[in-house]
């Protein structure tokens, strides 16, 4: 016999992958004493951007989920996603930072760390895998697999072996996009299993509609560790469906030994809980092959539609399609997953939108060309390159080597607000969020984005009315289908709704300006009218305000950092001059077609 194991998926990337990210522990807790008498490898129940989702949108402490989801699951290893040196933010964090957060997950309940690093840098990956080691728990290095020019079977290997060789208990593949073909999955395999002594494990999305099939080729030729997700949250972007896979095995030599019936009781289950969360659903997670040729993961693609429409320029979304495998060649074929995937999204938007490639480069991609992320796989683009940074010198080093340690800072910052450890680390993650999180959970005002009542409209209970919620809309002669989803009213004058635009979902914030009692308010921002007045390329959040009034400066420095889809980008002094009236604040959200700052020559 050579059993095949599981490791369900249905607490972390399936919801990731289908849902946002947005499935609430209330909705898990209830049927793990179901989960727990499966008999899984493993449950991904961690990690990944779900840490993120429960501090900005749930409003959820993350060590809790982790902590209850531990109690509730005594007898299942429970497995996160680290994304190496970045854990689980977006950029790299000090070393100190990376034991401490590895240290804390342990002893909070995770047995099973795997790590990867977007650039397959595996200077990236050492210190986690360490710090997994350090506290006795299974360290499993991971491989990003990507298709490009310098991404070969010899690559891969010899990435596994020094995986190994660092002390990584067992090797996953880590196929994001779903680019494996069944073919390419056992020549993988098998030199894998030639070359490195640790268990194997496959973890292939299923967007190209080929993942079943990988997974099987991949068990054929050795493999005897796939990732699934009960078919509740399975197919399209996420993975495989588990009772798929344990009744394509049953009564062959890789027989799970798993219970159909049992998993489809609990797949069951899930199929209730997903109709709770239909505001998140996106046409966009579906079976995809056009992955095969632009390799844009299923994830990214969402998050590029949003990107568009906020531009009015989704119908250009096929131009970014084809812009992304240019950006990417030009980056030295990174693979795309947190964080490149954002990286070269959001620059690949930027060149399609400005209508030339380059004219605003993202302060991420300079960052990339200086090194700050690792060695590129391959050489970038030269040009580029010196256009983005100039005769700057690129680091060679790994790029926490650069990093001081910030823990014993961070904790002095944010003081009482951390009740407890686990908390200050929270803050060195995602400081804002964190930090706002904190004050909420003080002040008792902790409100998760509203979902919606699964009751269709028109089946209220007697009495009760609806105002109506789905709406075709038509703007400048465009026609948009819009559903009201959901809406929160944070006090009187500012109000988010949650909207469905042509089935994508989208935020609006509305400030009431009528009908209200208004504090005294600076007038809005200009309308731009002469060159020097500084405005953005993107909807957007002020980060950082680099310039004062008085300020001399020249043509090309920076003046403002902005935020959109949690890229920065540093915007330039269009023209020398003196900095004369600055429009915007720390924090504010701004827009194409307004004057943010002044620049007098
Ligand atoms: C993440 O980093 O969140 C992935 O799922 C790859």
Redesign the pocket.
């Known amino acids: 016999m050579s059993k095949v194991y599981i490791t369900d998926t249905i607490l972390r ?1 399936a919801h ?1 992958s289908l849902i946002a990210t947005r499935l609430r522990t209330e909705d898990m807790l209830p049927v793990c004493p179901q989960l727990d008498r499966i008999g899984f490898w493993s449950l991904e129940v961690w ?3 779900t840490f993120d989702a429960c501090l900005r949108f749930l409003k959820e402490d993350p060590w809790e989920r982790l902590c209850r989801l531990r109690e509730a699951l005594p007898n299942t290893r429970l497995q996160m ?1 680290l ?1 190496g040196q970045n854990l689980l933010g977006y950029r790299h964090y000090p070393d100190d930072v990376v034991r401490e957060f590895v240290r804390l997950a342990a002893r909070e309940g995770i047995d099973v760390f795997r790590v ?1 690093d977007a650039l397959n840098d595996i200077r990236n990956l050492k210190m986690a895998l360490t710090a997994v080691k350090e506290q006795g728990k299974h360290a499993q290095g991971t491989i990003c697999y990507t298709i490009s020019p310098v991404h070969t079977t010899a690559l891969y290997v010899k990435l596994a072996s020094e995986m190994v060789d660092m002390g990584a208990d067992s090797i996953a593949i ?1 196929d ?1 996009a779903g680019l494996l073909t069944p073919h390419a999955t056992s020549e993988l395999v098998r030199h894998l299993r030639e070359h490195v002594d640790v268990p194997l494990f496959l973890h292939s999305h299923a967007t190209a509609g080929l993942a079943e099939m990988c997974q099987l080729k991949a068990i054929e030729a050795g493999c005897r560790h796939i990732d699934t997700a009960l078919s509740a949250f399975a197919g399209g972007t996420s993975h495989p469906p588990t009772e798929s896979m344990v009744a394509a095995l049953r009564g062959t030599e890789h027989d799970t030994g798993l219970d159909l019936d049992a998993l489809q009781e609990v797949s069951a289950y899930f199929a209730q809980v997903r109709r709770k969360y239909r505001q998140f659903e996106s046409e966009f997670t579906g079976v995809d092959t056009r992955v095969q040729v632009n390799q844009v993961p299923g ?1 990214m693609m969402s998050n590029l539609a949003k990107q568009l429409e906020e531009q009015g320029a989704l119908n250009r979304i096929h131009e970014v399609f084809a812009e992304i495998p240019r950006v990417r060649r030009d980056l030295g074929y990174p693979p795309l ?2 964080p490149t995937s954002q990286i070269v999204g959001t620059q690949a938007v930027l060149n399609v939108i400005t209508g030339e490639r380059y004219k605003t480069i993202t302060n991420e991609v300079k960052r990339y060309l200086q090194g700050g992320y690792g060695q590129p796989p391959a050489p970038v683009d030269a040009e580029l390159k010196r256009k983005a940074i100039g005769h700057e010198a690129v680091i060679e080093a790994r790029p926490a080597d650069l990093l001081e340690p910030e823990l014993d800072g961070l904790r002095e910052e944010i003081g009482d607000l951390a009740g407890r450890d686990t908390d200050v680390m929270s803050f060195a993650l995602f400081p804002e969020i964190a930090r706002t999180f904190l004050e909420e959970r003080r002040e008792g005002r902790l409100n998760p984005e509203p979902l919606i009542p699964p009751s269709p409209i028109g089946t209220a209970p007697c009495g009760e009315r609806f105002a109506p919620t789905e709406f075709k809309v038509s703007v400048h002669g465009e026609t948009y289908d819009v559903h009201i989803t959901g809406a929160n009213i944070g006090d009187q004058r500012h109000r988010r709704f949650y909207i469905t635009l042509d089935g994508v979902p989208q935020e609006i914030d509305l400030e009431v300006l009528s009908g209200y009692q208004r504090e005294p308010q600076a007038g809005q921002r200009p309308v731009p009218s002469k060159p020097g007045d500084v405005v953005t390329t993107m909807p957007g959040n002020i980060v950082d305000i680099l310039v004062k009034p008085g300020d001399q400066v020249q043509a090309g420095d920076g003046v403002l950092v902005t935020e959109a889809m949690k890229m920065e980008t540093q915007i330039q002094a269009p023209i020398a001059g003196t900095v004369t009236r600055i429009h915007v604040s720390k924090g504010e959200r701004v827009n194409p077609n307004e004057v943010l700052l002044e620049i007098e020559p």
């Open positions: 990337d990731q990690g990944g951007a996603l994304r990867f880590k994001m994830g997953v947190t």
